[in-house]
């Protein structure tokens, strides 16, 4: 449950100052959705149904498409 609050707080906490840190928070978001302690699907359905997948569609997502080709990534 702390998790999902944690994840929850896209707008209020700080998603990351870099893009590497912002994958870490996405990837944070996607494995809460195949956590076994909710429903199938009722993560998935939390975030489409408030503003959070609108949001990290919007600020994770845009952001790592619009600077793909410039980013250099690494292991």
Sequence with gaps: ????VKYSKIDTKRMGNSFAEQRVYDIGMEDLTVDPLFGAGEVRRFYNETFLQ???E???HFGNKLFENQLIRNT
Excluded: A, Y
């Design 58 to 60: 919007n600020s994770i």
């Design 54 to 56: 609108t949001k990290r």
């Design 1 to 4: 449950m702390s998790d999902l």
